[in-house]
């Protein structure tokens, strides 16, 4: 299912269709795991911390690699240390063309021969060139879209830097993966709220907060909690300040992540 247009008829289409597919089956039981592959810092001594993000997303229908680092032979390193059996997965989710999170599809493709890798439309010609040659089937959708039973795609945000975001939804609520937030983390966060037509539980990500300053860091944090988020997870470009901003308010609904670490969640937490 793609949808070609940003009119507004075709977005309330859009959303009405996910909608639809979002109640036609309850959410798993089955805890959701999400390991992070890729992070600027390490969780495990073992794995190797660099610019950029990717992690692995278990216990949906289909097993999702959310972003790619920037390395490969980074990324490689890290999946060898964790014992991540690419074989399994059965959908490659890019949040944005930026190397940091592009950087590694070429080194992993060929472990994955013939899977989905949803792009974002302005994909430069040589990234949507480099993941066919690799193996990968190239799926492109501006709008709101499923990627599997209770799992979307956000939908193409942002003005200048265009991303797409990742929304599960879980007997808990919605956790929502997210790359680098360019078009706002909040904008997200109210984006997955309409599209997975439930409440939001956990985000998880770059929440890119590096030149905000201190009051615009708490009116952020504010908000989110405003929003309904239980869990944070921010990482790789939210930056040492807001990170400290969100581990204070959230304390132990503070999810450190960082290369090699594995967050489990379910109804019960």
């Not at 805890?31 to 592959?37: C, E, F």
């Not at 265009?162 to 808990?172: C, D, K």
């Not at 037509?197 to 905000?212: S, T």
């Not at 901003?245 to 959230?250: N, P, V």
Request: hydrophobic fraction near 40%; include cysteine; charge should be neutral.
């Amino acid at each position: 299912m793609t949808y070609n247009s940003r009119s507004i008829p075709s977005l309330i289409l859009a959303l009405a269709a996910v909608a639809a597919i979002g109640r036609s089956q309850p959410p798993s039981n089955r805890p959701l795991n999400i390991t992070v592959l890729y992070d600027n810092t390490a969780h495990r001594q073992e794995c190797s911390a660099d610019w950029g993000f990717a992690c692995l997303v278990e216990g949906t229908d289909k097993v999702i690699l959310f972003d790619a680092g920037t390395k490969g032979d980074i990324l490689l390193k890290n999946i060898e240390t964790l014992k991540t059996d690419l074989s399994k997965v059965g959908a490659v989710v890019i949040s944005h063309a930026h190397l940091d999170h592009t950087g590694g599809l070429s080194a992993v493709l060929p472990k994955m021969p013939g899977v989905t890798v949803h792009l974002p439309s302005y994909s430069p010609p040589a990234l949507v060139e480099a993941v066919r040659q690799a193996g990968g089937v190239v799926s492109i959708s501006k709008d709101p879209a499923p990627v599997c039973g209770n799992v979307w795609l956000t939908g193409e945000l942002g003005d200048q830097i265009v991303e797409q975001s990742l929304v599960i939804r879980t007997p808990g609520g919605l956790v929502v993966l997210t790359g680098c937030s360019h078009p706002g983390i909040v904008k997200i966060l109210e984006r997955a709220k309409e599209v997975g037509k439930d409440r939001l539980y956990a985000v998880m990500g770059g929440f890119h907060l590096l030149q905000h300053g201190d009051a615009a860091v708490q009116e952020i944090v504010a908000r989110v909690r405003e929003l309904g988020i239980a869990k944070v997870g921010a990482s790789h470009c939210t930056g040492e300040k807001a990170i400290g901003a969100f581990r204070k308010t959230y304390g132990p609904n503070f999810i450190e992540l960082g290369a090699g670490q594995v967050v489990r969640l379910n109804s019960t937490q």
